[in-house]
């Protein structure tokens, strides 16, 4: 106890505020102008340049690339889906122009493809129609386009030089068989039983007949022989205004 009465009391009085144990060492702290070490950002990783305050107007809109990814997601499986079924939508519409605009020059590399798409579809539209305007046709549609293509493979292999597929021959006239479902749904309302409707059914039969033939002598590269060809594709397609007229 007399050691603890002799401890000096001016101990706990002591003024830290002032006390600097190593001088020297805070001169040097002040006089360093080096960097702090940073690691490397990766490649593609986002860095927050935002302030102090939580500003995030520099930040990338992270829903509007969700979206996109999403969108790209979509398309690329939509592709894929189409690849998979054979199904090309952009020469579809191509050789749909081609049909429509006799005077448009076929494209060869896209004529010869088994594409049963098309004219699958403008089948059922032509018995569709004819079945608005009371008459059903579906079987004589299919067993006259069968029998049809069968004859004009038949025909093109003696003919040309090239070999060409049942399937080109099938997706050729099927196609060529769209101004004939035009005229289908105008006998829909106005009767073409008169010289009129026989008048508008002609013009049909050589507008699909030329198509068709100009499709097949660009394909096959058979120069100077569409007449020869026009005239069996105008027989088919003969048969197919009869349905349609009468």
């Not at 122009?97 to 010869?112: C, E, K, Y």
């Not at 569709?128 to 493979?153: D, P």
């Amino acid at each position: 106890m007399g050691d603890f009465q002799q401890f000096n009391p001016d101990f706990f009085n002591y003024d830290y505020d002032g006390y600097d144990p190593n001088p020297e060492y805070e001169d040097e702290v002040q006089d360093y102008s080096g960097q702090v070490f940073q690691l490397p950002t990766p490649a593609g990783t986002y860095k927050h340049t935002g302030e102090i305050d939580g500003s995030h107007e520099e930040e990338p809109p992270l829903l509007e690339e969700i979206e996109t990814h999403q969108t790209r997601q979509h398309s690329s499986s939509l592709q894929l889906s189409n690849f998979e079924l054979g199904i090309n939508f952009e020469h579809i519409w191509q050789k749909t122009l081609t049909v429509l605009n006799p005077m448009m020059p076929a494209d060869g590399s896209i004529m010869n493809e088994t594409d049963l798409t098309g004219p699958i579809l403008f089948c059922i539209a032509l018995g569709a129609s004819l079945l608005m305007g009371g008459k059903s046709h579906f079987g004589y549609i299919y067993g006259i386009n069968a029998i049809g293509c069968i004859a004009m493979y038949t025909l093109l292999n003696l003919m040309s030089s090239l070999t060409v597929s049942y399937g080109c021959v099938a997706s050729v006239l099927g196609y060529c068989l769209l101004p004939m479902v035009v005229l289908s749904a105008f006998a829909v309302i106005f009767s073409l039983q008169g010289v009129i409707g026989t008048t508008l059914a002609m013009l049909v039969i050589v507008w699909c007949s030329f198509s068709a033939s100009k499709i097949f002598i660009s394909t096959l590269a058979m120069d100077g022989q569409q007449l020869l060809v026009a005239y069996p594709c105008a027989l088919l397609y003969g048969v197919f205004a009869l349905l349609t007229v009468f």
